[in-house]
């Protein structure tokens, strides 16, 4: 094992341990106590750790934890490698508009785009809808997971038209079963083609 994967190994060890101490972390000062730990594998820990422990808890986990590793995230693999192609670009460079890929993925229009904000846990997302965004971008799999990490990032509040001062809040990250719930454009149709065949086969 080289030393890489030794400092990455043992700060993985570290954040169980407070966690399951009940301390409080702050993920972008955690991760400055490691810097010669591999940034990406351990930020990917972190999330699916917090998924998890959200599921054992039988509840959602803490939103601002969650914040904190987006945003611990950003700042990380920024700094140490250039960021992979988000959902957003891949969209755009196609040249499909936000409601054609609602219709294609037969999803909300705003539950994709909550989607391509990041405003829904990467961990949850099921295989096939990856592998459905996958054949609309002719992409593989491991790409399309790493531009559902990688969302155009805007600050708390982006102003989305100068004249009518409309802003748009920033999404607090939620599992899918949460955010397509959460959607207003849900109808009985979508609802049972994507909640109830989850509920039946689990995110894959």
């Known amino acids: 094992m080289s030393e890489r994967e030794l400092m990455t190994d043992q700060a993985m060890q570290v954040f169980v341990t407070a966690r399951q101490t009940g301390q409080q972390i702050n993920i ?4 400055t106590q490691y810097p010669a730990a591999d940034p990406a594998v351990l930020l990917e820990f972190i999330e699916d750790y917090l998924f998890v422990e959200a599921e054992i808890n039988t509840a959602q986990a803490d939103p601002d934890v ?5 945003a611990a995230a950003d700042q990380v693999l920024a700094e140490h490698q250039t960021p992979p192609i988000s959902l957003t670009e891949l969209r755009t460079a196609r040249g499909i508009l936000p409601g054609q890929l609602s ?3 037969r999803l909300p229009a705003d539950f ?19 592998a459905q965004l996958g054949a609309i971008f002719e992409r593989t799999s491991d790409e399309i997971l790493a531009a559902l990490r ?3 990032q805007a600050p708390t509040s982006t102003r989305l038209s100068a004249d009518d001062n409309t802003t748009l809040e920033a999404d607090v990250p939620v599992d ?7 959607s207003a454009g849900l109808t009985a149709e979508m609802r049972a083609e994507w909640l109830d ?8």
């Not at 785009?113 to 846990?121: A, D, N």
């Open 197 to 204: 065949q989850h509920a039946e086969h689990g995110a894959k």
């Open 150 to 152: 990688t969302p155009l």
């Open 176 to 182: 899918f079963v949460t955010a397509l719930k959460q």
């Open 28 to 31: 972008a000062s955690f991760l």
């Open 112 to 130: 994709v785009g909550r989607l391509e904000r990041g405003g829904v846990i990467v961990r949850s997302i099921p295989s096939r809808l990856v």
């Open 103 to 105: 219709r294609r993925l």
């Open 66 to 70: 969650l914040a904190a590793v987006a």
